[in-house]
């Protein structure tokens, strides 16, 4: 069966440090992988995606992730957070095949101190 | 454009009763997929509609159930509350099956059970 790790459950960073959240899945095959975020009061919203081409996809809010398919990895990277990064970040994988449901990780609190 | 509606947004219950959640998704999408979200086992998939058709389950009891009417719209039901139904209830839509659209979520229902 298909599983998400996200490695941090919770990260506090000071205002312009750099991010890198982990993101591993365990999947032999094609997949879609996604970053959402979950900002304090509000709904999930999408980050990024990645179904197929360059590796390196950018997103909004100038959040960007790596596709290492060797690693089975989909790592969330920004160079410099602001205080209103503070949210709930996920990661999901989806194989791509027909029938497939969307696995989420556990979620990464993001903490941002200004 | 609307984004993912759901109503109603919060709802208590108590055990043994069962209770009906209503999500209307983006004009145009198909899609409609729900999830349970809860602190300790995080986002978990139920099911997902397409054409009226249930097209894939979660590991969930039969007790939670759904169907999706002509118009996309959607409702899931779940019958003899426990108390470990208590959590918050997320609609998905897309524009096809959800294996090879991005989904866009709704805020949730925030159902809990005494």
């Known amino acids: 069966a298909q599983s998400v790790s996200q490695h941090n459950h919770h990260v506090i960073l000071s205002e312009a440090a750099s991010l890198e959240l982990g993101c591993n899945y365990s999947?032999?095959?094609?997949?879609?992988l996604f970053w959402y975020v979950q900002y304090p009061g509000q709904h999930l919203q999408l980050l990024l995606k990645y179904f197929s081409g360059d590796p390196l996809v950018k997103g909004i809010k100038g959040f960007e992730a790596e596709f290492i398919k060797s690693k089975f990895s989909f790592n969330l990277r920004k160079p410099s957070v602001q205080w209103s990064d503070t949210a709930e970040y996920f990661c999901a994988v989806r194989a791509n095949q027909a029938g497939t449901a969307l696995i989420f990780g556990k979620g990464t609190t993001l903490s941002v101190s200004s | 454009k609307a984004g993912v509606t759901q109503t109603p947004r919060y709802l208590i219950k108590t055990r043994g009763q069962q209770v009906t959640l209503s999500c209307s998704p983006i004009s145009g999408h198909r899609s409609v997929s729900w999830y349970q979200q809860t602190p300790g086992q995080g986002l978990q998939f139920l099911f997902e509609y397409f054409s009226e058709t249930q097209r894939n389950k979660g590991n969930f009891p039969g007790r939670f159930s759904g169907r999706q009417f002509s118009n996309s719209r959607s409702e899931m039901n779940v019958s003899t509350l426990e108390l470990g139904d208590s959590a918050l209830y997320l609609c998905a839509s897309s524009l096809g099956l959800a294996n090879s659209y991005e989904q866009y979520f709704g805020p949730g229902t925030r159902l809990t059970v005494t």
């Open positions: 999947y032999g095959g094609t997949v879609n």
